[in-house]
């Protein structure tokens, strides 16, 4: 795993050559263990690079890496587990190799295939190829987004980067914020691809590679996920039979992701996909596995106990770290850095801290994330459709009547016992502000779609409610595109497909990403194998969700390996108390970044409407602590970065 940064600008070239090095200082933490940087001068281009050696350590996988006469040059982060059947086939075809990384095979695949190399890799990469002697630069992400890849481009300009900090610290170059970032990132909590917080940035959408030439670029999809009408796995038969396919398809993507040239364990929450993973790990290798848990003293943020008995039962090596209050705490000052673009899912602070403690032992872990987006895992999936399919029955005129009953009724009624943090919901489903959102969804009930339905669930703030906050309007994203790509679908699978196109790649692996390399640590995602999700995708929906249940085939699988009272129990966020810490050791946070003289100041949000949702909060009137958490990560990126 590792980092890198690159230009192309003929015109601008030894100013942004200057910069090259410091640029590529930024993201030592992606690779601290060697550093390289090329530049073309006749052609404006430049390239750097930094290493976490995992794949022959030696200084043969040193990048930039250059083919045998100099016309291809390579940054590359990320691992392609069947390197070594494709470097066979390249050696037959007369190819010669210096050493034994990845980077070198995917250096000759391109000489051979050119950019169809791609569809020959198994596994997760970002990277960028110099072609000199075509003059084209060629850019590449996998096809899930594990990896991210950043550019800018404006039309002078084209910058390149796995981190947006890396793009920033080219000093020729002005980032200024995109101020249709801010209403986005408010009604989402990140900032939807292919879009980031600054003009002429973007991220590069998973699938999809780029080519630069002569000034301008093109990018293209290479791969995505099949659709259901059009399934490139044939659908199983029986149960029996689907549960098979999976057993193997699963041990052969756990099997791959177990080479490495350094040590390795596995994150192991409790939940049904990680235990999923390192269940099949144990099977796999012949020594414990070494996993890794954090705890919490609040019993209702706790996995740890389950994590370990899990654990004992298959045998693993097992360290767990409670974590105090403090040790948390300490790591929010912190997350500007590590997301360097505006972030609020509060659970990157768990997420770090168990990628710190998993670094401490090794460099190398699996996880087991991607299970709730393939298996319907999330309660709002079954939630959104079931009120999706009771709305659907009634004509409209029934529709509007029924919206007047229910709008009579108090929404605290509705909302009760669906707290996003205690099991009941995921963190996810997020509940706060439910009577706004309510009263809407009532008031609306004869024409409201499947998309509105599901936005009740994952967004917190409206279309109206960001006008008043902000004095903007919402733009469209990719969010509305998959909804309208995915019409005629069952429900199920949209919703599915809308978090997978979205919600997987820009929060999830974005949380997961940063919070690992900020500790040096590689994460490996075997759920989100290509060749397990082409099969899931073609499903039936029964094998996922039923009778108010998800992961109906992972639970199958699982109690092939675990006892089911393991693992049968509500689901629980990977949370953390934020509304208690926003009234405690937080607490002068808050009042400092969201102070409104502050606001009043900067003059981006109502300063009068946060003060009263600050004290609605800190008095105890109210729980915001999701809105205010948002607001303090934007305030505190604002800080740090502009």
Request: net charge neutral; charged share 25%; aromatic share 10%.
């Amino acid at each position: 795993m590792c980092g890198f940064v690159g230009y192309c600008s003929p015109k601008d070239h030894h100013r942004l050559k200057e910069d090259l090095p410091a640029a590529a200082v930024t993201l030592s933490h992606r690779g601290p263990d060697d550093t390289g940087v090329y530049c073309d001068d006749d052609a404006g281009v430049g390239l750097a690079h930094r290493r976490l050696s995992i794949i022959d350590l030696s200084t043969a996988g040193h990048q930039p890496m250059e083919d045998e006469v100099g016309r291809v040059w390579i940054v590359y982060n990320g691992e392609v587990y069947n390197f070594r059947s494709i470097r066979e086939t390249l050696a037959g075809l007369g190819h010669r190799f210096r050493g034994g990384s990845d980077t070198e095979v995917i250096l000759k695949a391109y000489r051979q295939w050119g950019i169809d190399c791609l569809h020959r890799f198994v596994g997760m990469f970002a990277l960028a190829l110099w072609d000199a002697g075509k003059k084209i630069l060629f850019l590449a992400r996998d096809r899930l987004g594990v990896k991210p890849l950043y550019y800018h481009i404006d039309g002078e300009r084209f910058l390149f980067a796995s981190e947006l900090k890396a793009l920033a610290a080219f000093k020729s170059v002005d980032f200024q914020i995109d101020p249709e970032a801010l209403p986005l990132f408010l009604h989402y909590q990140y900032i939807p691809a292919p879009r980031t917080v600054y003009r002429n940035t973007y991220k590069l959408l998973p699938g999809h590679l780029l080519i630069f030439k002569e000034n301008a670029c093109e990018a293209h999809c290479w791969w995505q996920i099949p659709d259901v009408d059009d399934p490139r796995e044939t659908p199983p038969d029986t149960e029996g039979e689907a549960i098979e396919r999976l057993d193997a398809l699963l041990s052969q993507a756990v099997s791959d992701r177990l080479t490495s040239d350094v040590p390795l364990g596995g994150l192991l929450s409790g939940g049904i996909d990680s235990s999923t993973v390192v269940s099949i790990m144990q099977k796999i290798k012949a020594s414990p596995v070494e996993t890794f848990s954090i705890g919490f003293q609040e019993g209702e943020y706790n996995e740890a106990p389950w994590a370990s008995k899990i654990a004992e039962y298959l045998g693993t090596n097992h360290t767990e770290l409670y974590v105090t209050p403090k040790e948390a705490l300490e790591v929010v000052p912190r997350l500007p850095d590590i997301y360097d673009e505006p972030f609020a899912d509060s659970s990157a602070i768990p997420t770090t801290l168990v990628c710190q403690l998993a670094r401490s032992r090794l460099t190398v872990a699996l996880s087991g994330d991607g299970g709730d987006e393939q298996f319907a895992g999330y309660v709002r999936y079954g939630a959104t459709e079931a009120m999706a399919r009771s709305f659907g029955r009634l004509p409209a005129p029934i529709r509007r009547a029924a919206g007047k009953v229910l709008g009579a009724l108090p929404a605290s009624w509705i909302a009760r016992g669906y707290h996003p943090i205690r099991g009941h919901l995921p963190q996810r489903f997020i509940v706060v502000n439910f009577e706004d959102k309510w009263r809407k969804l009532v008031r609306q009930l004869d024409r409201t779609s499947l998309s509105d339905l599901y936005r009740m669930t994952i967004c917190l703030w409206s279309e109206d409610e960001i006008a008043q906050l902000t004095g903007q309007k919402l733009p469209q994203s990719h969010y509305e595109s998959l909804f309208k790509k995915t019409a005629g679908w069952p429900a199920l699978d949209r919703l599915m497909r809308v978090d997978q196109g979205t919600y997987l790649s820009d929060a999830m692996l974005t949380k997961v990403d940063r919070a690992s390399m900020s500790v040096s640590l590689e994460v490996r995602v075997p759920l989100l194998d290509h060749r397990v999700v082409e099969y899931t995708s073609a499903l039936p929906a029964a094998l996922k969700y039923r009778n108010g249940s998800g992961k109906i085939l992972l639970r199958k699988l699982l109690a092939r390996y675990l006892p089911p009272a393991m693992f049968e129990r509500p689901k629980m966020g990977f949370g953390v108390p934020v509304d208690r810490w926003l009234r405690g050791a937080l607490k002068p946070l808050l009042t400092d970044y969201l102070s409104s003289e502050r606001l009043q100041r900067e003059g981006v949000f109502d300063a009068g409407n946060v003060e009263r949702k600050v004290q609605e909060h800190l008095t105890g009137r109210a729980n915001h602590e999701y809105r205010l958490w948002t607001l303090l990560m934007w305030e505190m990126w604002r800080e740090r970065w502009m």
